[in-house]
């Protein structure tokens, strides 16, 4: 392996040649065998009369890679060193004069010393030579403390407005080190820096407005003041006009920026509408614009940007990338294997049913040839075009299969495995397929982790297949051929066969006799246990695979608070909240993971329009079940989006997340107080219910106190008929207790005062209770369902801009999951079909079928069809859509 000049302790070589070649072409790194001690000796170089300029660099350089190597100097050693550098001021070379500024920066001299330096760097300061000037700025702004810095403070007022670029950069580049620990001598250069952010060269520029930003920062209103102020001067610096549009993210002067005629504020501003939040895809439109001319730019950076902005995009936004398909397609052969497996996982993004089989041919071609990391982007591709068109998962099964085989490290492995079950999960039709590919994969599996993941799923899944006996070969080649781990594993997984298959009980028992001869102690263990529940004893069968119908992260709680409570009753299990029960077509996912969840919490990257939505419930469950008085409600159904209920800027903030539970909703109350003079204690949200009859205020949770700039949780629980749909409209007051900050000692004053605060009104909608889930094969759900719940009708959706902008409203609307990736409309269509799945609250299935039309005056009809558990639920829908 060739060494690098990084290791001091190897030779450096050139390229990899033959063994007889090898001993001519040898060069040895400056810094192979260096040592502390020996470049010490060398320094004493410092105080020769006649001071030689290239042998004092070589030693500075020594000393500065010893120091960078993490070598530790004594005080004493410091001190020699640092004396013999000031000694060099002396000498009027300036590459000697550049190393010793490193050398004083990086040696952190004390106090004392940095008196005996300063008056060498302030006569630097004053010097004819820009660099001189410009480096002991730097130097001087690194070492001195706030005493000193108050002395020269005026030399470098006039250095930031000097006439040298580089003077004045460094002067505005040490201010902004200074901020941190001197921001009041610092604040008072403002007028100076305003002057500079008007300077014509670009790069002082670009340092004033990130100073002028960042002694601003503390205070929004006066950013957005800056902000306008310089957007009207018409910043010309590129990396300014870069930083504006960081500051200032709206939406109009962004698109205004990509008229601009440097590509790095074209490309900044682009990917800032990229990112704005909630954008649409009109707003997209003109950015992606942009990002598909820099796709054919002759600059490789800049077709890495805008595929790797599009590839972010695709996953929101699958639809407006679609227009770039071709020029992507393009870049699937560049040199660049970043660039290429960008473009490739984009495509499968927003590639459509009929691509697939060439998509995939062209990622076979450059699999090999990519890092292991790249490959991970494209297995995680590869699962969600899966999801969005199961009618494909034989042949990407196929490809993730022999991908598998393929050599690649741990992380690479578990990825493609993950996948494999998550679609396992996802789509029935591609169990047995999957289950087969995983058999095969464990017969040379290297990584322990992976044959238990791997084994424990054929002990779920493998007893209901058609043919559950071809799994046990497999399953028992793991316990002669394994480590203890996957054996004990393996045991496990073929009583699981054994209790769920009568007819292959008495082969099962046979095989686990085997295993009483283990070695290893939890393999014999587990193998005495099933074989007497085989035969009937320590709860027979059914014992192999208990199941437990109440939650169980509810159940330790409950107990450890029983443990820890001084009582004499017996614990009592019905106070413990039941699980939720299983979705028809659903099922629990292999990974441990909720009903739809998988593909979305699994791994990320995954498309929101066509894999499953991010459900926000998951992420407040555990806080939810934290809280003693939230506890005995049971399990949390739905967590809604949070609600800001108080305007931008305002000294309050709040979000509001409605919690749906089966005949509670609970309001969460997320407050930040921003005005550091006060504080807030006693915080809670009184509710008025007159517009919304059906519900009844039931408790509140209060906020002690509400955190300055931080985030304190109240709640608000409202009670309603279980499983009614209750609708309405709720007016909120924020109330709390005001103590005033006293100015000289910091702390709160001991008497406060009530007030409140006016908040925004918050609605209660039928969507709130039903959630998204994604189904594998939904015409099989919908065949389940009776028919007699089916309510059908035909609405007019008015004047719109095409299909797309209609189909996208209406999923908005009921909030549910689009399945087979039927939101996407194809283009110039006149008519298209969506097929949407959801649960209600109580665990209800809803499937809707919608038919859409546009005529050539733009106007959209929907045929909306409708199969639930209920006829209720079906016409619940129909009354969203009405409503709406």
Not at 46 to 71: A, M, S
Not at 174 to 184: D, F, I, K, R, V
Not at 373 to 401: G, H, T, W, Y
Not at 670 to 678: D, G, L, R, V
Request: hydrophobic content about 40%; proline content about 4%; aromatic content about 6%.
């Amino acid at each position: 392996m060739a060494a690098t000049a990084q290791d001091s302790q190897a030779p450096l070589r050139g390229p990899e040649k033959k063994d007889e070649d090898r001993e001519d072409e040898t060069e040895f790194s400056p810094f192979y065998g260096i040592d502390k001690g020996a470049v010490l000796q060398e320094a004493r170089v410092f105080n020769d009369p006649q001071i030689d300029p290239r042998r004092c660099q070589q030693v500075i350089t020594k000393l500065l890679y010893l120091l960078n190597q993490g070598e530790v100097f004594t005080k004493k050693e410091a001190a020699e060193v640092f004396f013999g550098v000031t000694k060099l001021f002396q000498k009027q070379d300036i590459n000697l004069r550049r190393m010793m500024y490193l050398c004083i920066k990086d040696i952190c001299p004390g106090a004392d010393e940095v008196i005996i330096v300063t008056s060498s760097l302030m006569k630097d300061m004053n010097s004819k030579t820009d660099l001189y000037r410009a480096n002991s700025v730097r130097v001087l702004c690194k070492i001195i403390d706030g005493q000193l810095l108050a002395q020269i403070e005026r030399y470098l007022k006039q250095a930031i407005v000097d006439k040298s670029a580089v003077v004045a950069s460094a002067a505005l580049v040490s201010a902004l080190h200074l901020l941190g620990n001197n921001a009041e001598i610092v604040k008072r250069w403002v007028n100076e820096v305003q002057e500079a952010a008007q300077n014509k060269n670009n790069m002082v520029q670009f340092h004033a407005v990130a100073l002028l930003h960042a002694l601003r920062a503390s205070d929004r209103l006066a950013i957005s003041k800056l902000v306008t102020s310089l957007t009207k001067a018409n910043v010309k610096s590129p990396l300014a006009q870069c930083l504006l549009v960081r500051y200032r993210p709206f939406y109009d002067f962004l698109e205004s920026c990509l008229r601009h005629k440097a590509e790095v504020v074209i490309f900044e501003a682009a990917r800032a509408i990229c990112n704005l939040r909630d954008v649409t895809a009109r707003e997209l439109t003109p950015a992606i614009t942009v990002l598909q001319l820099f796709l054919s730019s002759s600059k490789p950076v800049l077709r890495f940007a805008a595929v790797r902005t599009l590839n972010k995009v695709a996953m929101t936004h699958p639809l407006a990338v679609t227009h770039c398909n071709i020029d992507m397609e393009s870049l699937i052969s560049d040199q660049n294997r970043s660039i290429a497996t960008l473009a490739i996982t984009t495509l499968l993004k927003t590639g459509n049913e009929s691509s697939v089989e060439k998509l995939l041919k062209q990622i076979g071609s450059f699999m090999s040839d990519i890092a292991d990391d790249f490959k991970i982007v494209v297995v995680e591709a590869i699962r969600s075009l899966c999801l969005k068109f199961p009618s494909k998962q034989r042949a990407l099964m196929n490809f993730l299969s022999g991908v598998l085989r393929e050599e690649g490290g741990f992380e690479y492995k578990k990825a493609i495995v993950q996948s494999i079950l998550v679609l396992i999960q996802e789509i029935p039709d591609a169990k047995e397929t999957g289950l087969g590919h995983l058999c095969e994969f464990i017969e040379d599996c290297e990584f322990t982790y992976l044959s238990t993941q791997v084994l424990h799923l054929l002990g779920q899944e493998g007893p209901k297949t058609k043919e559950p006996s071809k799994y046990i070969r497999y399953i028992y080649n793991r316990i002669i051929l394994e480590n203890a781990t996957v054996r004990a594993a393996a045991v496990s997984a073929l009583a699981n066969f054994g209790a769920a298959c009568e007819a292959l009980r008495p082969r099962i028992i046979v095989l686990l006799r085997r295993a009483l001869s283990d070695n290893d102690d939890e393999v014999r263990d587990r193998a005495t246990l099933h074989l007497e529940q085989l035969v009937g004893k320590a709860g027979g069968p059914d014992a192999v695979q208990p199941r437990v119908d109440v939650n169980l992260v509810a159940m330790e709680k409950a107990l450890a608070d029983y443990l820890a409570g001084p009582t004499d009753k017996p614990f009592d299990i019905s106070v413990v909240p039941k699980a939720a029960p299983s979705v028809r077509g659903a099922g629990i996912s292999a990974l441990g993971l909720p009903p739809g969840a998988a593909a979305a919490s699994g791994v990320s990257g995954l498309p929101a329009t066509s894999a499953a939505r991010r459900d926000p419930t998951v992420e407040y469950a555990e806080l939810l079940r934290s809280i003693p008085q939230l506890a005995p409600l049971g399990e949390v159904f739905k967590s809604c989006e949070p609600v800001r209920l108080t305007e931008e800027d305002t000294e309050y903030a709040v979000f509001c997340v409605k919690h749906i539970y089966e005949s509670h909703i609970v309001f969460q109350f997320n407050c930040t107080n921003t005005i550091a003079e006060q504080v807030l204690e006693d915080v809670s949200v009184a509710m008025d219910l007159a517009e919304a009859a059906d519900f009844e205020e039931a408790f509140t949770v209060p906020l002690d106190t509400m955190p300055l700039n931080g985030v304190g949780q109240c709640f608000t629980v409202v009670s309603r008929q279980p499983g009614a749909i209750a609708t309405g409209k709720v007016v909120n007051i924020l109330k709390f207790k005001v103590k005033e900050i006293d100015p000289g000692t910091g702390e709160a004053e001991e008497e406060g005062y009530d007030d409140e605060y006016q908040l925004e009104d918050l609605e209660v909608t039928p969507a709130d209770y039903v959630k998204p889930t994604l189904l594998g094969n939904f015409r099989k759900a919908w065949e389940e369902l009776d028919p007699a719940t089916e309510k059908e009708d035909e609405y007019g959706l008015g004047t719109r801009e095409g299909l797309q902008e209609a189909v996208e409203a209406v999923i908005g609307i009921l909030g549910m999951q689009p399945c087979e990736g039927s939101e996407a409309v194809p283009p110039n269509a006149r008519s298209h079909t969506v097929l949407l799945a959801g649960i209600f609250v109580g665990y209800q299935q809803v499937l809707v079928r919608m038919s859409f039309g546009i005529d050539s005056a733009s106007n959209v009809a929907m045929k909306l069809v409708v199969r639930a558990e209920s006829l209720e639920l079906s016409e619940a829908i129909h009354q969203i859509i009405q409503d709406a």
